[in-house]
């Protein structure tokens, strides 16, 4: 794989300031010093190294980091799958008092909500210049049969379906809810409706599950219903409000990249030493992707760029294009 590693910094007092230093909070591959805030006080820095499975953004109100890594969990049951698999893991910061928190990027920007235009999420990401983007609950496959469960995007209430909650069946139907403080929820439809969220103060509600990890511990549920086949797999967490960590486990490639995917009591246990509080299992498989700069990162099992859809959940929308800009012109 041909290396690109493009380290960007705009403001030249920065420069000075950061020059071969490595602050105690950025990982040992990058070579940038962050403020007390975990962010820049001025400026911007990027960095691109596919080869070594490392990405990087950083601003004075966003930090994301991207890595790869190689994955051999040991069985968890004697007659369990092996399982192997490249993981991506993010790791995403946010200034939550200075609107750097998730939104949902439409594929038609134009009509928000519309279901009917539905691109890659990398081309989404890069049409609308986001940082980091990611597949979600792909709520489009569930209209025709009435479950799309609670759908709130960008504070508006697209759907509220009370469906039951089914453990041991994909989905669930339990919620990812982002909360405009920076926190994350979940609950299943029948325990709370759409309205409740938005006088809650939730501006993103996905509907899929299960529930990984709650209060830092994995429910026993995982463990006792979930089935044991491999899969790729997609969740999203919060360590705490603005520190959020988003897991792709890649799988059904084995003939090419050796990624066999994971279950669900593997990926829970993901979750919780990636040290999320709190946890929810997006859509998988073929739907699961994420793109960084615009770029798909993760291999999708029937080779395609994974399945079309009509909206994603990114961060720092807009800020792509002032980093390609300077990029060109530095």
Known sequence: MKKILTALLVVMTAVCCLAGAI??????????????????DEGFWLM????????????ATLRIQVTRTWETPEKIRTNDYNQEFFCYTTE????????????TLWADP???????????????????????????????QRIG????????????VLY???NGHHPGSRPSFETLAIYEDGHIDSAVPKEKRAEE????????????GPVLVRDGEIPEEISKVWDRNLNPMHAFGMAEPGHYIDVLCEGRLKTVNGSTGVNVETMARIMKD????????????????????????NLVADGSSGRTTCEVMAFGPGLAYETEKDAENP
């Not at 049969?145 to 508006?156: A, D, Y």
């Not at 946890?279 to 798909?296: H, P």
Request: a negative charge; charged letters at 25%; aromatic letters at 10%.
């Open 110 to 140: 134009a009509r928000p909500g519309y279901t009917g235009t539905r691109k890659t999420v990398a081309a989404i990401a890069k049409e609308q210049r986001a940082i980091f983007a990611v597949s979600t609950d792909l709520f489009t």
């Open 274 to 297: 990636r040290g999320c509080t709190i946890a929810v299992n997006l859509d998988g498989g073929v739907s699961a992707s994420i793109a960084f700069m615009g770029e798909q990162l």
């Open 197 to 208: 969220y938005l006088a809650e103060g939730a501006t993103q509600v996905y509907t899929f």
């Open 23 to 40: 602050g105690e909070d950025a990982p040992e591959w990058a070579d940038v010093t962050l403020n007390e805030d975990g962010f820049l």
């Open 92 to 103: 995403i910061w946010c200034d939550t008092e200075k609107d750097s928190l998730p939104v």
């Open 48 to 59: 691109q190294d596919p080869e070594n499975g490392h990405w990087m953004y950083v601003d």
């Open 160 to 162: 509220d379906v009370k």
């Open 145 to 156: 049969q009435k479950t799309e469960g609670i759908v709130i995007r960008n504070g508006e």
